[in-house]
Every structure is written in structure tokens, then in C-alpha cells.
């Protein structure tokens, strides 16, 4: 049974940081390059970073670029999303996704407010 599960979500303040974490099981972990996305209320689901397998490619949109950092440990099967530097208009549900089959997590909610 494959299983996504996101943690790390909570409230921050403006300049502050989190930490999400997404424990992954049921699937070949290794061989699957992982995304984040996030969606806001009101807006579309949007991809905020992605890594490769072996964790040498790593893809960032803009609004992120460095702020965020995407990490995995394969010994692990766990994916991170360093978030520093954090804005209000950071505040959405962040999910991890598997990219080869298209798994998603169940979300985890992230809110940036003073």
C-alpha cells in the first residue's frame, strides 16, 4: 500500500521558518524523482520544487528560489522542504507528490501569519 505522509506543517511567523517532512512507503523510493506542491485558498495547485532521484537535479519556481531548499534521504524514503524566509502569501496546504506514478500525499497546512 502506498503511503505519502506529510508532516512539519503549523503556523510561522513572517521571516520565520518550517521544516516539512513526507515519510514515504509502499513504493521503490529510489527511483522516483518527488515534487512538492502547495495550493492556496482560493488558487490553483502549484509546483513549488522537485528533485531527482540521486538528488542532483533539483527544480525551484521562482517565487521560492532561494528561500526553500528540497532534500531527501533514500535510506530513509523521506522527502524534506526547508522553508526559510517565510511570507504570508507562503500560506497554503504543501504536498508531497511521487512523479514516475503520480502518488500524492494527503497535505500538510502551512500558515504565515503575525
Known amino acids: 500500500q502506498v503511503q505519502l505522509v506529510e508532516s512539519g506543517g503549523g503556523l510561522a511567523q513572517p521571516g520565520g521558518s518550517l521544516r516539512l517532512s513526507c515519510a514515504a512507503s509502499g513504493f521503490f523510493f529510489l527511483e522516483s524523482s518527488m515534487s512538492w506542491f502547495r495550493r492556496a485558498p482560493g488558487k490553483d495547485r502549484e509546483l513549488v520544487a522537485s528533485?531527482?532521484?540521486?538528488?542532483?537535479?533539483?527544480y525551484y519556481a521562482d517565487f521560492v528560489k532561494g528561500r526553500f531548499a528540497v532534500s531527501r534521504d533514500n535510506a530513509k524514503s523521506v522527502l524534506y522542504l526547508q522553508m526559510n524566509r517565510l511570507k504570508p502569501e507562503d500560506t497554503a496546504v504543501y504536498y508531497c507528490?511521487?512523479?514516475?506514478?503520480?502518488?500524492w500525499g494527503q497535505g500538510t497546512q502551512v500558515t504565515v501569519s503575525s
Open positions: 507528490k511521487e512523479d514516475l506514478r503520480n502518488y
Open positions: 528533485i531527482s532521484p540521486d538528488s542532483y537535479n533539483t
